[in-house]
C-alpha cells in the first residue's frame, strides 16, 4: 500500500471518529435513562444496558445501509429493514418486557418468600436486614429485589423509607401489597402477633392459589395427552407412510410439552423433596423399554421398565421418611426456640422441608437473631401441614388421571383394530381394493410413555414409571 493510500486511509478514519464518539456517547446516556437501576434493579441493568446497545447498533446500521443494498438487492434490503423494525421495537419494550419478567418470578417466589421473613416481621430493620440478605439460591427473582433495598440503604434511607420505596418499586403485584399492608400495621402500632397472623394468612392464600393454579394446569395437560393417544387409534389407518409417523409422534410430543409445563409450574410449598437421580433412573429405564419395544423385544422390555420401577420407588419411600422426620425436627426447633434452648441441631435437621426455606431460615438467624423465632417457626411448621394436606388433594385427582393414561393406550389399540377392520370392509366391498394394514407393535411404544404426564403431575420430579410398567404390562396382554 502506497504511502498517499494510507495517508488517504487515516483520513477517512479520522472522519469517523468523531460520529463514531458522538453516536457512543448519544447511546450511553440513551440506556442510562432506558435503564433505570431502580427499577430493572442493579443486579440486572448492566445486562440490559449492552443488550439495549447492540439492538440499537444493529438497527441503526441497518437502517443506514438497507437504501444502499437496495441499489444491489431489493429483497434483502427489506428483509434488514423488516429485521431492524423488529430490534427497535423490542429495544423499546425491553424495560417493560424484563419487568414483566421479573414480576412474575417474583410472584412465584412469594409464598416461599413470606415462609423465610415470618420471624423477622416484629421489626422493619430485621425485616430489611434479612431481605437485603435473601439468599440467591433458595430465590432467584426476589434477589434483584434485594440488591434494590441495598441500593436504597445505601442512599441513606431509614428501614422503613427503603421498606415503602420498595413498595413503589417493585413488579411484583403480590410483593408490592404484602409490603403495602406489613407497613400499614408497623405505623399503627399493631402487635407481633397481629402482623404475623396477617402474613401466614398471606402465605396460605399464596400457597393455595399456586397449587389451584397447578391443579388447574395439571387437570389440562393430562387430559390432552390421553385425547391424542386415544384419537390417533382411528387416524393411524388413514395416515400412511411419514404421515402415520407424525400421527404415532403427536402423543410424544403431547407429554414432552405436558411435564415441561408441570415440572416449571410445580409449586415448591408443600412438595415432597426434589431428587435429581430418580427422574433420570426413571427416564433411563422408559426409554430402553421403548427401543426394545421398537427392536421387537417386546417381553424383555418390561425388565428395565420394572427396574426402573422399583428403584425409584424405594428412592421415593426414603424421601418421604426424611420428610417426615424433618417436619418433626422443625416442630422441636420451634419449642426449643421458644424455650430459650438450643434449637440449632433440630433446626439443622429440618433442612428437608420447604424446598430450602428452612436454610434461608437458619441463615437469616445469623443476621437477625432468634428474636421471635419460636412462634416463627411453629407458624411455619403449621403452614407446611396445610401444604402438605393441599398436595394429597392434588395428589388424589391426579391418580383418576393416572389410571385413565394407563388404560389410554388398551382404548387406542382397540379403536385402532374397529377402524382398521370398519375401512378393510368397506374397500372390500368397492371392489376388492386393499385395506390398510397397521401393525398394532406402532403404539405399543407409547405404552410407557403416555403415563408419565400424569406421573409428573402426582409426583412432580420425583415422578415414577410404576404406572408406564402396569401400561406396557396390560397392553402386552392385549395385543
Known amino acids: 500500500m502506497s504511502k498517499q493510500q494510507v495517508t488517504g486511509l487515516l483520513s477517512i478514519l479520522e472522519g469517523l471518529a468523531y460520529p463514531l464518539e458522538q453516536y457512543y456517547k448519544h447511546i450511553t446516556e440513551y440506556t442510562a435513562i432506558k435503564i433505570d437501576p431502580l427499577k430493572t434493579s442493579p443486579m440486572s441493568a448492566g445486562k440490559l444496558r449492552i443488550i439495549l446497545v447492540v439492538l440499537l447498533t444493529y438497527s441503526t446500521i441497518a437502517s443506514v445501509t438497507a437504501p444502499i443494498i437496495a441499489l444491489l438487492d431489493l429483497n434483502t434490503a427489506l428483509y434488514i429493514t423488516a429485521i431492524s423494525l423488529l430490534f427497535y421495537v423490542i429495544a423499546e419494550a425491553l424495560p417493560l418486557i424484563w419487568r414483566s419478567i421479573e414480576g412474575s418470578g417474583i410472584d412465584s417466589e412469594i409464598p416461599a418468600l413470606l415462609l423465610y421473613l415470618i420471624p423477622y416481621m416484629s421489626n422493619p430493620k430485621y425485616l430489611a436486614d434479612v431481605l437485603e440478605d435473601v439468599p440467591g439460591d433458595v430465590f432467584k427473582w ?13 442512599l441513606g434511607l431509614d428501614p422503613v ?48 392459589d399456586s397449587w389451584a393454579n397447578y391443579s388447574q394446569i395439571g387437570k389440562l395437560g393430562v387430559e390432552a395427552t390421553v385425547t391424542s393417544l386415544v384419537a390417533i387409534g382411528a387416524l393411524l389407518p388413514l395416515a400412511g407412510g411419514d404421515s402415520a409417523l407424525f400421527v404415532v409422534v403427536l402423543p ?46 417386546k417381553y424383555i422390555a418390561i425388565v428395565p421398565v420394572a427396574l426402573s420401577s422399583i428403584l425409584g420407588e424405594l428412592s421415593y419411600i426414603k424421601i418421604k421418611q426424611s420428610e417426615e422426620q ?52 411453629s407458624d411455619l411448621a403449621r403452614i407446611l401441614d396445610e401444604a402438605y394436606s393441599i398436595r394429597r388433594r392434588v395428589w388424589i385427582e391426579s391418580i383418576l388421571l393416572e389410571a385413565i393414561s394407563i388404560i389410554a393406550p388398551i ?23 386393499t385395506g390398510p394394514s397397521i401393525d398394532p407393535g406402532t403404539l405399543m411404544v407409547l405404552a410407557p410413555v403416555t403415563p408419565l404426564a400424569a406421573s409428573i ?21 392385549v395385543v
Open 457 to 477: 403431575y402426582r409426583r412432580g420430579l420425583n415422578f415414577t414409571a410404576t404406572s408406564s410398567l402396569i401400561a406396557l404390562v396390560l397392553v402386552l396382554l
Open 326 to 377: 424433618a417436619l418433626i425436627n422443625l416442630r422441636v426447633a420451634g419449642e426449643k426456640a421458644r424455650y430459650g434452648q438450643d434449637y440449632m441441631e433440630a433446626l439443622e435437621e429440618a433442612r428437608a422441608v420447604g424446598e430450602g426455606i428452612v436454610e434461608a431460615v437458619i441463615r437469616a438467624s445469623r443476621i437477625a437473631g432468634s428474636i421471635g423465632l419460636g412462634e416463627a417457626l
Open 252 to 297: 410424544v410430543v403431547a407429554v414432552i410439552v405436558t411435564g415441561i409445563a408441570l415440572l416449571l409450574m410445580r409449586p415448591r410449598i408443600g412438595d415432597t423433596p426434589r431428587k435429581r437421580h430418580i427422574p433420570l433412573i426413571t427416564l433411563t429405564g422408559i426409554a430402553l423399554g421403548v427401543i426394545m419395544i421398537t427392536l421387537g423385544y
Open 161 to 208: 423509607s427503603s421498606l415503602r420505596k420498595l413498595q413503589e418499586l417493585t413488579p411484583s403485584r403480590r410483593l408490592r401489597i404484602i409490603l403495602s399492608e406489613y407497613l400499614n400495621l408497623q405505623a399503627i402500632g399493631a402487635t407481633r402477633a397481629s402482623i404475623a397472623l396477617r402474613i401466614t394468612s398471606r402465605a396460605l392464600d399464596a400457597i393455595r
Open 142 to 154: 426476589t434477589r434483584h429485589e434485594a440488591s434494590k433495598l441495598r441500593m436504597l440503604t445505601r
Open 411 to 433: 382404548i387406542a389399540l382397540v379403536t385402532l383394530e374397529k377402524a382398521v377392520s370398519f375401512i378393510g370392509s368397506t374397500a372390500a366391498l368397492l371392489g376388492g381394493i
